[in-house]
């Protein structure tokens, strides 16, 4: 995940948006803001609200897991626990793992060596399979686990020779160009391309996971002074293209259209998205572009991002929006509404990237110091309808939070339990079928514990999650969401029991059981 630096839906909006920025501005973009409605901005359902809560886990060079290579096995599982315990209870309902970070794997691929960031030596077997665990650790929390994958980075390093021996890049060399340090699988050769194509979807077909993510490295980033080294590979397969930059963007597109077709057919449910650098163009280059004097990733990466969620390509895009409002090159102010504006009367979902390794971090400027900034861009996201959720980079940052900004920012947008997104490709039936629910009240308390059981979930499936939604009287025998409170979504499975303690006198309940996709299903008979 890089850390590089660099009109509303409706009148009300706007002027939400006007008030906001003007607040922000008034302030220095320093003091807290004034509240705002929370929770405007999530797309809402039937007497509940839905918004993706992700967090980031980066295994290349030990950003994130596991803390350093050659842990023992016992180890490395202890980590992720730890690492998944957190995010069920910081509020998170998703994690995106990186599982193929240098063209290595976390899971015994056939196409690919065992990662280097796993044992300290690359192809080394880690007596287990990493990327099951991981899979199976999440969905045991009702976290959803999204596959990440670097399409195109070989190596940290540009020395073949450091690889491990049987490693593709070393019997292909004709696949491989060394830049800026590093070593790359060049996007012109349609063979390089259709091999990191099936290296990944190996894990897809293989693994019960709810998405496919790539991250903002396709075309590297440019080297100081000198170009990517494609000449050769541009002569034999650039023919009918004005210019090298163009025909870059459609080796770029193939690999984003051809993707999302092969993750579609191989596992349907599956999500497929890009979570590119924040500023596709700046509006002095192009009048589409956003009002920003940043760097291009349509012409540095040669990413055609916005062209991907016009062409209807991608389940969901997460820009990383990696910057505090009042920034003048790159103001999250700008560029949070013009995303917004990208994604209007698309079917693609918008997340934003999130920064919170900026918060307190030693050089930031003074709005990164305040623990006010994640709280300031949630609170303007929720005069952007479009905007369904956020992404937080990295989970250890989350963990050590400096200056309390990630737990401000909990305090004030994520008191409220939701489901997570639910694209309209997927909002179909089948739906999970009725839990049953029975409560009991604690007499010396007055808490309500309420002991859900799946019911007759087909095939023996048990419930990915449950949502449990309060009534203050009874809802009649076939309850409705509408008519109540979704008080918490908690993890699923054949039985669980949650404990309400704030239950009021007289209050009922009904419950639905959630899928992986995240279907909602019937309410089941009220109790209490």
């Not at 192009?286 to 920003?292: A, E, F, N, Q, Y």
């Amino acid at each position: 995940m890089s850390s590089k630096d660099a009109t509303g839906s409706s009148l009300r909006s706007t002027l939400d948006r006007r008030a906001v920025l003007t607040a922000l501005a008034t302030a220095g973009c320093t003091a807290a803001l004034a509240p705002v409605a929370a929770h405007a901005a999530v797309p809402s359902g039937p007497g509940f609200r839905r918004q993706m809560r992700g967090v980031w886990i980066a295994s290349v060079v030990n950003i994130d897991w596991p803390s350093r290579t050659g842990l023992e096995p016992a180890a490395q599982r202890a980590e992720f626990v730890r690492l998944a315990d957190d995010a069920l209870a910081l509020g998170f309902n998703a994690l995106f793992v990186q599982i193929r970070p240098t063209a290595d794997a976390f899971w015994p691929s056939p196409f690919e060596p065992w990662s280097q960031w796993l044992t300290g030596t690359q192809g080394r077997d880690p007596k287990y399979d990493p990327l099951a665990f991981m899979v199976e650790t999440a969905h045991q929390r009702g976290l959803a686990f999204h596959a990440w994958f670097n399409p195109y980075r070989v190596s940290m390093q540009a020395d073949p020779s450091a690889l491990d021996p049987r490693h593709p890049a070393r019997t292909h060399p004709e696949w491989t160009r060394s830049y800026g340090g590093k070593l790359y699988y060049d996007p012109g050769v349609p063979a390089a391309r259709r091999f990191c194509q099936e290296a990944m979807l190996d894990a897809v077909r293989r693994y019960e996971i709810d998405g496919v993510h790539f991250d903002d490295y396709f075309y590297p980033y440019p080297a100081a002074d000198s170009d990517f080294p494609d000449e050769e590979t541009f002569r034999e397969h650039g023919t009918g293209y004005p210019d090298k930059a163009a025909w870059r963007r459609a080796n770029v597109d193939l690999m984003v259209r051809e993707m999302r077709d092969a993750v579609r057919a191989v596992r349907p449910n599956a999500l497929f998205g890009i979570s590119p650098f924040g500023v596709w163009r700046n509006a002095t280059t192009d009048p589409r572009g956003s009002r920003t004097a940043a760097f291009q990733s349509y012409d540095g990466l040669h990413a055609d991002t916005r062209g991907w969620v016009k062409q209807g390509w991608l389940d969901y895009i997460a820009p990383q929006v990696y910057w505090h409002i009042g920034l003048p090159a790159a103001d999250y102010g700008v560029l949070a509404p013009w995303w917004a504006e990208v994604v209007r009367d698309t079917d693609t979902e918008l997340w934003i990237g999130q920064a919170v390794y900026k918060s307190g971090a030693a050089g930031q400027p003074a709005p990164w110091q305040d623990g006010k900034e994640l709280s300031r861009h949630l609170a303007l996201n929720t005069t952007l309808p479009e905007i369904g959720g956020d992404l937080f980079f990295s989970a250890k940052d989350v963990r050590t939070d400096p200056v309390g900004d990630f737990a401000a920012m909990r305090l004030a947008h994520w008191q409220e339990p939701v489901l997570g997104p639910l694209p309209a490709r997927l909002d179909r039936r089948p739906r999970p079928v009725r839990p049953v629910v029975k409560v009991e009240r604690e007499s010396s308390t007055g808490a309500a514990v309420l002991r859900v059981s799946a019911g007759g979930q087909d095939n023996g499936h048990s419930p990915f999650r449950y949502a449990i939604h309060r009534f203050s009287a009874y809802p009649g025998h076939h309850p409705e969401a509408g008519r109540g409170t979704l008080i918490a979504v908690v993890p699923g499975g054949r039985r669980t029991t949650y404990h309400d303690a704030g239950a009021p006198a007289g209050c009922w309940y009904a419950v639905a059981a959630v899928d992986r996709v995240q279907r909602h299903g019937r309410l089941s008979r009220p109790a209490r």
